[in-house]
């Protein structure tokens, strides 16, 4: 049997380990992104390492949890994510442009890499055929400044999905469906991987809703091949942006 979308893309950033369930590896990351509200410590974990520029691909930091602005606390918090990320290299993205893990999805997610986040439901980028895994702030912190992001390698959970979605009936129930089978923790140290004829009649935003909420299984992500549907979003996507 082929190696697997999320196989193929372990194997292309190993870096340390070897690949068999349960064993410590490494992995290279080319994105990052964190959102305000887990932004602030990361980004001061990462100046207290002392390199002057990110080291990744693309790293980006959004604004688009704490937007009440009752006091100076929230305004502070914002106003020092645009300046380190003015210092170091990293794409910010103001307060009203979006929550983050649906602008990467739409702006900056490319199939095949890899990527981490400090929020919880990075996994929706894996509707665009990354491995995109949420992580803790400093974990992001020392991916920006090019250390490898170490984790258990999980298992792969294929999940084959066949038919078509009926009228009134969306990709959330799709996901909902799974939670209902696999419970909170039937996902913790797996990756979902999806596959079957059934794939080539979603979108990648119907993609994104069913990786977003792969979380709430606790699997470590989820993910969609790569296709003709995949190809067709990031031309039309091209289009929009330039024309």
């Known amino acids: 049997m082929g190696k697997s979308v999320a196989e193929k893309i372990f194997e292309k950033h190993l870096v340390d380990g070897k690949m068999d369930p349960g064993e410590e590896i490494g992995l290279k990351i080319d994105h990052t992104l964190t959102q305000d509200a887990t932004g602030t410590m990361a980004y001061l974990e990462f100046e207290a390492i002392g390199i002057p520029q990110v080291k990744t691909q693309l790293s980006l930091s959004f604004v688009d949890h704490s937007m009440l602005q009752n006091d100076f606390r929230n305004a502070d918090d914002h106003r020092y994510l645009q300046s380190v990320a003015a210092k170091y290299g990293i794409v910010?993205?103001?307060?009203?442009?979006?929550?983050?893990?649906?602008?990467?999805?739409?702006?900056?997610?490319?199939?095949?890499?890899?990527?981490?986040?400090?929020?919880?439901?990075?996994?929706?980028?894996?509707?665009?055929?990354?491995?995109a895994i949420g992580a803790g702030g400093l974990d992001v912190a020392a991916a920006m400044a090019g250390e490898s992001f170490y984790l258990e390698m999980p298992k792969i959970y294929?999940?084959?999905?066949?038919?078509?979605?009926?009228?009134?009936?969306?990709?959330?129930?799709?996901?909902?469906?799974?939670?209902?089978?696999?419970?909170?923790?039937?996902?913790?140290?797996n990756i979902l991987e999806y596959s079957g004829p059934s794939v080539k009649t979603l979108s990648v935003p119907e993609r994104g809703t069913i990786t977003n909420m792969g979380t709430e299984t606790g699997a470590t992500t989820?993910?969609?091949?790569?296709?003709?549907?995949?190809?067709?979003?990031?031309?039309?996507?091209?289009?929009?942006?330039?024309?």
């Open 92 to 131: 910010f993205s103001r307060p009203g442009n979006g929550i983050c893990h649906q602008l990467y999805l739409e702006r900056f997610a490319q199939p095949g890499l890899t990527l981490i986040g400090s929020d919880s439901h990075t996994p929706t980028a894996g509707g665009m055929g990354m491995i």
């Open 158 to 189: 294929g999940i084959h999905l066949t038919g078509k979605l009926p009228p009134f009936v969306s990709a959330k129930d799709v996901i909902l469906e799974v939670l209902r089978k696999l419970t909170v923790k039937g996902g913790v140290n």
């Open 222 to 243: 989820s993910i969609f091949p790569s296709d003709k549907i995949t190809k067709q979003f990031l031309l039309a996507k091209d289009e929009k942006t330039n024309g």
